[in-house]
């Protein structure tokens, strides 16, 4: 009678739209990456390192966003019927750990330069600095129009903005040492890099892990839908209502939903099941519906069960 009725899955996920745009910045990280690795080693600037190891950590992130959008790219099958679209968020869910720790080995290093202070080369440091803080614009202007897309994207996005941010702050902790030999500006700033990747680090992984635990998607109100849902013509129910996410901009939703006597009897589900994906589709951006249409009294035939 009808049971089962969907909508196709998008064949390019939201960060395969940017795949281009990730590769030249990822080119860009790399080469920052090399010049503030050589800076540091010849000014002896912690800052400068921390700044190196964050880009290494992009680098490496970014890389693995493109896997992903490679991998999530592959078709479904039998065994695999969403494809690995959820490669993404696996991805941002690992960026955003190895984000954590480095933000740890960051304020170690830095809470024993505090202590024992270290000779710091403020020119080197500078160059190197100013290097980084022109590849990270150009790099986070590349990445800005798909951040809101994708966590893929959103993850990728974050680190280059830390980098800036990290370029800022040891380019003027480079123009104290220079001018004041203040050298205890270096450690000071390599912590203030660390504070700025934390929060954005952790709300990337809260995001993914809301994901991975299939939590309804930001600005879906069940309530809500429920409510559109029994304001379609024939419909007098809804149980079993489930809303998640297999990757950013594909939210999926599959739902019981009960319709009278008069639907049953003329044969007037199909229309119905279009009104209701109609419904979904135009109200909350759900493309992916899965609807069981039923009479009334089918639920005490469903066993276990969710409201």
């Not at 479904?76 to 740890?104: M, P, W």
């Not at 809260?206 to 994901?211: E, G, H, N, S, Y």
């Not at 129910?237 to 901009?249: K, N, R």
Request: proline share 3%; with cysteine.
């Amino acid at each position: 009678m009808g049971h089962g009725h969907g909508h196709g899955q998008a064949g390019v996920t939201a960060a395969g739209r940017h795949r281009a745009r990730l590769a030249i910045v990822l080119a860009l990280t790399c080469v920052v990456l090399v010049v503030e690795v050589v800076g540091a080693l010849v000014s002896g600037s912690l800052a400068l390192l921390a700044d190196a190891g964050h880009m290494a950590t992009d680098a490496a992130g970014i890389a693995i966003a493109l896997f992903a959008i490679w991998i999530g790219a592959r078709p479904a099958s039998a065994r695999r019927t969403f494809g690995y679209q959820r490669a993404e968020i696996l991805a941002a869910a690992i960026n955003s750990v190895v984000l954590l720790g480095l933000s740890v080995y960051i304020l170690y290093e830095a809470a024993g330069r505090l202590l024992d202070p270290e000779p710091v080369g403020g020119p080197v440091m500078l160059a190197a600095a100013v290097t980084g803080l022109i590849a990270n614009a150009v790099g986070l202007a590349l990445l800005h129009g798909g951040q809101s897309e994708s966590l893929n994207l959103r993850g990728a996005y974050l680190e280059v903005l830390g980098d800036l941010l990290g370029s800022i702050a040891v380019i003027a902790a480079a123009v104290v040492i220079a001018l004041t030999g203040w050298t205890y500006a270096d450690p000071a700033v390599s912590i203030a890099i660390a504070l700025l990747i934390v929060p954005r680090a952790w709300r990337l992984l809260r995001d993914a892990v809301d994901i991975l635990l299939e939590a309804v998607p930001k600005g879906v109100d069940l309530d809500e839908v429920r409510r559109h849902l029994l304001s379609v013509e024939s419909v007098t129910d809804v149980h079993d209502l489930h809303a998640w996410t297999i990757t950013s901009g594909v939210p999926v939703l599959s739902a019981h939903v009960v319709v009278d006597e008069r639907c049953l009897s003329n044969g007037d589900f199909g229309r119905v099941l279009d009104l209701l994906h109609q419904c979904l589709a135009g109200h909350f951006d759900v493309e992916h519906s899965t609807l069981q249409l039923e009479p009334a009294g089918h639920i005490h035939h469903e066993g276990a069960r969710h409201a």
